[in-house]
């Protein structure tokens, strides 16, 4: 089934979790699961209804092995390190946002000279963290699980200071991307996946600026007053 047909998906239309402006139309259904399409921010989610339990997540992501010590896990969260480390003033201080079991991201930016706070409402769940100002906040493979990627991008918005970064790592779906055969809707915990649009809309909508220094990151500033 190509892109776009959407035999057998279950209900017509859901609102879209992002920009709740518009209610996306039936996309795709793909190995029993019913996804919708935003005409608005372009964003592509799984019917709220067949999204993973809590307890059947959480348990996904303990299969994860992921840790500092794991060269090729560095190499590919370097993709995003790497440009927004570049880009941070001397003395940044941040909250790498969906730490995950194995805090990884965190330890290489403050390699880099930069401290870092872990939150992930899983395994290092403090609030508190979530009331404060930053420098930057990064989220590397994290966006794609949002529930409500609207409050989240709404979240970090308050949290960034002025001229602060938004950093987030996670497959875009190009245009020549075809959705039944992609990997990513693989994961069950993946919810909502975003196009380049759905980036621009973002950017737009809170007044950022946004920078794509590698296909699957995208880097966003605050304008500064």
Do not use: K
Request: proline share 7%; aromatic share 12%.
């Amino acid at each position: 089934m190509a892109e776009g047909e959407t035999h057998g998906v279950e209900g017509s239309a859901d609102l879209c979790p992002l920009c709740c402006l518009t209610t996306a139309s039936a996309f795709v259904r793909v190995r029993g699961r019913d996804y919708f399409s935003c005409d608005t921010c372009g964003l592509v989610h799984l019917a709220r209804t067949q999204r993973l339990s809590p307890e059947r997540e959480v348990a996904h992501y303990h299969t994860h092995q992921n840790s500092p010590d794991d060269h090729r896990y560095r190499a590919f969260l370097s993709q995003l390190a790497a440009p927004l480390s570049a880009r941070l003033p001397l003395g940044a201080v941040g909250l790498d946002f969906g730490s995950g079991p194995g805090p990884t991201l965190s330890v290489m930016l403050a390699e880099h000279g930069f401290h870092t706070q872990n939150y992930d409402p899983f395994f290092s769940p403090d609030s508190l963290l979530l009331e404060r100002a930053y420098d930057f906040v990064s989220c590397s493979e994290t966006v794609e699980h949002f529930f409500n990627p609207g409050d989240e991008f709404r979240r970090f918005n308050r949290m960034l200071r002025p001229g602060g970064w938004l950093g987030i790592m996670t497959a875009v779906l190009r245009a020549d991307e075809d959705f039944t055969t992609w990997h990513y809707p693989r994961d069950p915990t993946h919810v909502v996946f975003y196009r380049p649009q759905s980036l621009e809309w973002i950017a737009g909508r809170y007044g950022w600026t946004l920078e794509r220094p590698h296909v699957n990151v995208a880097l966003f500033q605050q304008r500064a007053p």
